[in-house]
């Protein structure tokens, strides 16, 4: 059961990032926080209404390099190289310390490492990271629950 | 050799008695007795055979001295420390001239990017031939790639044919190294890379008939004999290269006639075992070249990074006849201290090799032209020594220090230069425009998510390495604590949310009979007030009082749940932060409140490799949910009206309005310490200033640190900080002056987050007018 969970998990995050791959050109730019966008507040005003969160600019402009080594770390994972595909998740964790699939690939990594604690903390955390993916959510909803039973 | 004939006799009678038919052949006193019974024959035979019998022992203890010396001497070479490699990809935030300046930093090449460790810039583009680099987790080969910047971001990785290119990783910087007590340092090469033109030259000018003698050249010292009688003076040198290298392994000053003698057979013992190659090789990394500081420089592969800032294999043919200049005398002909000698040496090297028919006239007319072209003194060793402090104690946890200094370990750090480099000027701006020449001060910068340490600033003087204050100075930290008082409050939901009101009138508390009566800054009561302005203003009367309300346990157990290690002196003045802490154990605290609640110890060191490139030790990301994210993200929005309308707006008009960052002031008693403690998206920061001697400043939290901090994150940060919003919480329009529900019109109404169900209720009204 687990290990059925765990291989769907590895899939789906895999197919995740190949639509990943297709689907950020790299002249999708989006809008930036420019200046006529911005509401002028003047020192005074205590109010504030956070932006809503999404999808980090930094995140999705490096999506591509981001993949690049998810994609090499799952080959690894996939050759039992735990410690190169740990080696590379973390890396893209450094280039994008914000995209919650290079931590819930670095859950997959410690699970198979047998560190389930980490596993579950760095799940639990890609999990708050997700912004609008309910697919990868899901996949990492699945995942814990694997890791529980 | 008369006396130590005496005394080998004298040696050997006493030696005699005692051991005579106990000794089997191969034993040496077998050998020695044996001297004797002959010594019993006729008196020229004895002078004879004593004399032979003593040169061929003294040779066959040289043989062994000098084979142990050539083969056993593994060098001894220290451990390196780099800077973290920089990853290039498209959506970098960095400038064409923040990228120039990384490729300076590497001894990079301007002019065209045809060789590795070049590159060529054009306006916003840049052309770069990268070198590569055996990393822990694989090979980066070296790679060509056209880079594009625009508005202080890479916006386009290619390769030169124009194909898609989603990573590059650059060689890392050198920030320093461990060494050795005798420090030695030297970076070995195979003779098999070293330029041709290298070897050729050094054999031309300093021993020609190299591959023709057997390691002494009588022929050689015949003709320095005559040239030096010429002179007058000692200008030509006899020995061969056999010779310099023997004198390389014993370096001493002496030049007497017995240790020449000593050095010529070794010289031919050397020649005897091993052919010329490894002779060569050895030279080529055994000869001192230099000195920097009490760091001796050896061989020709640090001599390089050491003269000209780059690798052997990049030097131009001007650099590597500069080298084989100072090979005669590396203080004699330094080139820094002595320019003139050197070109004059240099030029004179590359006549020879003209000569000699390894360098064409033009080519070595261009040569002589140049300048000297040396790279920056010493530039790349301890410069940071906070930094590499730090470094050496976390490897001190896994290593013995022998280790450190003798197998040529690489460690790999997460040490950022780029953002080392704007907090060290930060501080400096800083200080500079406060006229006290006492002030002191202490920076450490990690990233907010993954708790790397990027950048230690120890004090004033970033380039002394005394006493590192980013580690060791416990000082007071005021307010900086009120985080964690609040905290311990907003963990319990069912009372306290950022709306609960909190009485800031004058209080007394009494433990153990002693009575404590905090006063806020201002000297002012403010009544009654939500706890997000308690908090964002920094009253020390509301907040005494709530700590009060949740025990001073509480926030000691908050303190120890966000990473803080020691024990927490647990007295109600902590909830104002009479309480000593490093800026680095600060760190720690807010690196946990930045990172959602996950614990991640702060680490400066991301790899070990062994000298064959071999993974030693992983430094593993590893995180623990220290606090509920719920709480934590109260807290973040507290932290971030600190800035708003808080003691730290003054920061918001510099970063400006949408720049949104998190953090709090401390000021200790009598203004003894001044500290900010805050996060951007992608910068976290703790900047501490006040005396050595603990006397009073006249700065503040927000007059004196908080200047810094807020330099330090405009030019280091991009990202302003937008925290993750968790799914149990709720965001509800709040009147900031009341706490009360507010319409979203009001002045003075803010979007406040609440855990699910612990809103204040009631009907919406404006404490003033719109």
Avoid at chain 2, 176 to 201: C, F, K, M, S, T
Wanted: aromatic share 8%.
């Amino acid at each position: 059961m687990i290990r059925y969970i765990e291989r769907a998990a590895v899939l789906i995050s895999m197919l995740m990032l190949i639509t990943a791959c297709g689907s950020v050109p790299t002249l999708d730019v989006e809008p930036s926080v420019s200046d006529d966008t911005a509401v002028n507040v003047d020192s005074e005003d205590t109010g504030l209404r956070l932006p809503p969160r999404e999808t980090n600019l930094q995140t999705k402009k490096s999506a591509s390099a981001v993949d690049q080594l998810l994609v090499q770390a799952q080959s690894a994972i996939a050759d039992e190289s735990l410690g190169k595909a740990s080696a590379l998740v973390e890396r893209a964790i450094r280039l994008a310390p914000q995209d919650a699939r290079a931590y819930f690939s670095l859950a997959q990594v410690r699970y198979r490492q047998d560190q389930k604690g980490q596993a579950q903390s760095l799940a639990q955390k890609a999990r708050a990271l997700v912004v609008d993916d309910n697919a990868l959510l899901a996949a990492i909803v699945q995942f814990q629950k694997g890791i529980m039973y | 050799m008369a006396n130590s004939t005496k005394a080998s006799k004298a040696r050997t009678k006493k030696g005699r008695k005692s051991t005579r038919d106990k000794r089997p052949f191969w034993s040496p006193m077998f050998w020695l007795t044996t001297i004797i019974r002959l010594l019993m024959r006729p008196l020229a035979f004895k002078i004879y055979f004593v004399l032979a019998t003593v040169l061929t022992a003294y040779i066959i203890y040289l043989d062994a001295a000098i084979t142990s010396s050539f083969e056993g001497k593994k060098w001894q070479l220290p451990a390196r420390v780099y800077a973290r490699p920089l990853e290039v990809f498209e959506g970098l935030a960095i400038s064409a001239n923040e990228f120039e300046q990384e490729l300076k930093d590497l001894g990079y090449r301007r002019g065209s990017s045809t060789r590795a460790g070049s590159y060529y810039r054009k306006g916003n583009q840049i052309t770069l031939h990268s070198r590569g680099h055996t990393f822990w987790d694989g090979v980066e080969a070296p790679q060509q790639a056209h880079v594009v910047f625009s508005n202080n971001e890479l916006t386009q990785l290619r390769e030169l044919n124009n194909s898609a290119l989603p990573l590059l990783r650059l060689e890392p910087m050198e920030i320093g190294a461990i060494y050795p007590n005798h420090r030695e340092d030297r970076v070995l090469v195979n003779i098999q890379e070293v330029p041709p033109l290298l070897v050729a030259a050094l054999i031309a000018v300093e021993d020609h008939r190299f591959y023709d003698h057997n390691g002494i050249s009588p022929s050689g010292i015949a003709r320095a004999a005559v040239q030096n009688l010429k002179s007058g003076s000692v200008v030509q040198g006899g020995s061969t290269l056999t010779q310099q290298l023997v004198k390389n392994y014993y370096l001493t000053r002496t030049r007497s006639l017995s240790r020449k003698v000593t050095e010529a057979l070794m010289s031919l013992l050397l020649e005897y075992h091993y052919d010329k190659e490894a002779i060569l090789q050895a030279y080529l990394n055994e000869v001192y070249l230099g000195q920097a500081g009490d760091r001796g420089i050896h061989g020709f592969g640090l001599a390089s990074l050491h003269y000209f800032n780059r690798p052997l294999a990049e030097l131009s043919i001007d650099r590597l006849a500069l080298l084989i200049a100072v090979v005669r005398g590396p203080t004699y002909y330094d080139p820094w201290r002595h320019p003139e000698r050197a070109i004059d040496r240099r030029n004179r090297i590359l006549d020879i090799l003209v000569t000699r028919e390894l360098l064409d006239v033009s080519d070595a007319q261009w040569a002589k032209a140049e300048p000297l072209n040396l790279g920056k003194q010493s530039r790349s060793h301890y410069v940071f020594p906070a930094y590499i402090d730090l470094v050496k104690r976390q490897l001190r946890e896994v290593y013995q220090n022998s280790d450190l200094t003798s197998n040529g370990l690489k460690i790999y750090t997460s040490f950022d230069p780029r953002i080392q480099r704007h907090a060290e000027q930060a501080m400096i701006q800083g200080l500079r425009k406060r006229d006290d020449k006492k002030l002191q001060a202490a920076v450490v910068v990690t990233q907010p998510e993954t708790g790397e340490v990027l950048a230690v600033v120890g004090g004033r003087q970033p380039r002394y390495s005394g006493f590192n204050r980013a580690l060791d100075a416990k000082r007071s930290i005021g307010s900086v604590v009120k985080p964690m008082v609040y905290l311990a409050a907003l963990s319990q939901p069912e009372q306290y949310n950022l709306a609960t009101i909190i009485d800031d009138s004058p209080i007394t508390i009494e433990t153990n009979g002693k009575e404590w009566t905090p006063r806020n800054y201002d000297r002012k009561n403010h009544g009654e007030v939500p706890l997000i302005t308690a908090m964002a203003k920094s009253y020390n009367q509301a907040a005494a009082r709530l700590g009060d309300q949740v025990g001073v346990a509480a926030v000691a157990g908050v303190m120890h749940q966000l990473g803080f290690e020691r024990e927490v002196n647990q007295v109600p003045s902590l909830f104002i932060g009479a309480t000593q802490l490093t800026p680095f154990e600060v760190t720690g605290m807010y690196q946990t409140i930045a990172a959602n609640g996950y614990h991640t110890p702060l680490k400066a060191i991301r790899a070990v490799l062994d000298s064959d490139n071999l993974p030693l030790k992983r430094f593993q990301y590893r995180l623990e949910q220290g606090v509920q994210p719920d709480a934590i993200h109260l807290i973040q929005r507290a932290m971030i009206q600190v800035g708003r309308d808080g003691s730290a707006r003054s920061a918001r008009q510099k970063l400006g309005n949408d720049f949104i960052f998190a953090g709090k002031t401390g000021t200790s008693n009598a203004q003894r310490d001044s500290w900010f403690a805050g996060f951007t998206g992608d910068v976290l920061a703790v900047v501490w200033l006040g005396h050595d001697d603990n006397s009073p400043t006249q700065y503040t939290g927000a007059s004196g640190a908080l200047p810094v901090w807020t330099q330090l994150m405009q030019s280091a940060s991009r990202r302003p900080f937008s925290p993750l919003v968790p799914e149990n919480i709720r965001y509800h329009w709040i009147d900031l002056v009341t706490g009360r529900p507010s319409k979203e019109s009001c002045f003075s109404a803010s979007e406040i987050p609440f855990i699910k169900g612990s809103h204040p209720q009631g009907a919406k009204s404006c404490s003033s007018p719109h």
